[in-house]
Antibody, heavy 119, light 106 residues
């Protein structure tokens, strides 16, 4: 059974870079059928897709975040990572990683990790 | 950007009753629509994709319909574990989510 687990700092200072990693277990990140995505959810609010990556390294991003986002993949470790630069309090959210069926729906999701932006 | 809207924002339903949730897209997304269920403190769970196909392990009381810009998620007989927030998501373009409908106990 495929599982995803987010990891990284829970507190980031304003203007710094948020960095998270998603570790995939129970399956290969190198499957040709899937992208791997990041989605976030501010406290008490809805879901926002950040971006996704294919095992080859091909990416696509939310246009509203594109200038600050970098997603990368490490197939040897079965991991993919998110970097979000120049963060502000508005970036405080639970960050989820998920498997994305080609460029379609997301299933399954990781449990999520809360990242707070504060000095 | 394709903007998704959902109605109502909150739906109060008694256990055993039918719940009908609506999702609308600002432009046609064909059948490229998914529904998710999210309970407090948990990650979203995929219920429906392709507008009407149940995901693996999803009970038959959940059904989806619609195409183009208008979609519906129906829960035929609400069970206690179904009280949650439901989101729709289109993937005809880069993914966007609706704001959610909270289904609570009447």
């Amino acid at each position: 059974q495929l599982q995803l687990q987010e990891s990284g700092p829970g507190l980031v200072k304003p203007s710094e870079t948020l960095s998270l990693t998603c570790t995939v277990s129970g399956g290969s990140i190198s499957s040709s059928s899937y992208y791997w995505g990041w989605i976030r959810q501010p406290p008490g609010k809805g879901l926002e897709w950040i971006g996704s990556i294919y095992y080859s390294g091909s990416t696509y991003y939310n246009p509203s975040l594109k200038s600050r986002v970098t997603i990368s993949v490490d197939t040897s470790k079965n991991q993919f990572s998110l970097k979000l630069s120049s963060v502000t309090a508005a970036d405080t959210a639970v960050y989820y990683c998920a498997r994305q069926w080609l460029m379609n729906w997301f299933d399954p999701w990781g449990q999520g990790t809360l990242v707070t932006v504060s000095s | 950007e394709i903007v998704m809207t959902q109605s109502p924002a909150t739906l109060s339903v008694s256990p055993g009753e039918r719940a009908t949730l609506s999702c609308r897209a600002s432009q046609s997304v064909s059948s490229n629509l998914a529904w998710y269920q999210q309970k407090p403190g948990q990650a979203p769970r995929l219920l429906i994709y392709g507008a009407s196909t149940r995901a693996t392990g999803i009970p038959a009381r959940f059904s989806g319909s619609g195409s183009g810009t208008e979609f519906t998620l129906t829960i035929s007989s609400l069970q206690s574990e179904d009280f949650a927030v439901y989101y729709c998501q289109q993937y005809n373009n880069w993914p966007t989510f609706g704001p959610g409908t909270k289904v609570d106990i009447k």
